[in-house]
């Protein structure tokens, strides 16, 4: 079966880190553009970080740039989202997601998430 | 960036009546849109692509349309399993990639 897996939610303090993992089974997630998507409890879905499946550089929304960093290993088929300088505004579920999207010959294509995984909380408070 | 607003926030119709769910970009997005359900405690799944290409495994009875600035999700007759939350996103314009407010489709 196709699947993600997001683990490594938990409660943590303002300035703090923490480690976000995303299991993919059932495909190869290397092959594959990945994403990460982030919602407020009762609030919409904001965009976070896209990583391509080509090893492009990844993108990151500004609220997060510079304290986020996203980040796969193939050996594990797994996604990362390393979390620094954690803010009570953090507070979300955050979902991985898998995406069909690449870039070639200077466009962009197909950058909807076809795959999502059942999402893990991060809550930022003192 | 490129803002998303969907209206109407909520939308209350009947079982077995149509619905029909607004999305508008700040800019053209061409039809580079995608629609998405989420059910209370789900993820949210994948309806639409393409402004109009039905994703695999999603029923005829819903549709979408537009181009450029204004598209339509359209759910030809509700079943109880389409009261949720539907999501618009952009993805012509990224950084960075923008989704729409949400529209809530409740019972009547």
């Known amino acids: 079966e196709v699947q993600l897996l997001e683990s490594g939610g938990g409660l943590v303090q303002p300035g703090g880190s923490l480690r976000l993992s995303c299991e993919a089974s059932g495909f190869t997630l290397s092959s594959y553009a990945m994403t990460w998507v982030r919602q407020v409890p009762g609030k919409g879905l904001e965009w976070v970080s896209v990583?391509?499946?080509?090893?492009?550089?990844?993108y990151y929304a500004d609220s997060v740039k510079g304290r986020f960093t996203i980040s796969r290993d193939s050996s594990k088929n797994t996604l990362y989202l390393q979390m620094n300088s954690l803010r009570v505004e953090d507070t979300a579920v955050y979902y991985c997601a898998k995406s069909p999207g690449y870039c070639s010959g200077g466009g962009c294509y197909s950058w909807y998430f076809d795959l999502w995984g059942r999402g893990t909380l991060v809550t930022v408070s003192s | 960036e490129i803002v998303m607003t969907q209206s109407p926030a909520t939308l209350s119709v009947s079982p077995g009546e149509r619905a029909t769910l607004s999305c508008r970009a700040s800019q053209s997005v061409s039809s580079n849109l995608a629609w998405y359900q989420q059910k209370p405690g789900q993820s949210p799944r994948l309806l639409i692509y393409?402004?109009?290409t039905r994703a695999t495994g999603i029923p005829a009875r819903f549709s979408g349309s537009g181009s450029g600035t204004e598209f339509t999700l359209t759910i030809s007759s509700l079943q109880s399993e389409d009261f949720a939350v539907y999501y618009c996103q952009q993805y012509n314009n990224w950084p960075p990639l923008t989704f729409g407010g949400g529209t809530k489709v409740e019972i009547k």
């Open positions: 393409g402004a109009s």
């Open positions: 990583i391509s499946g080509s090893g492009g550089n990844p």
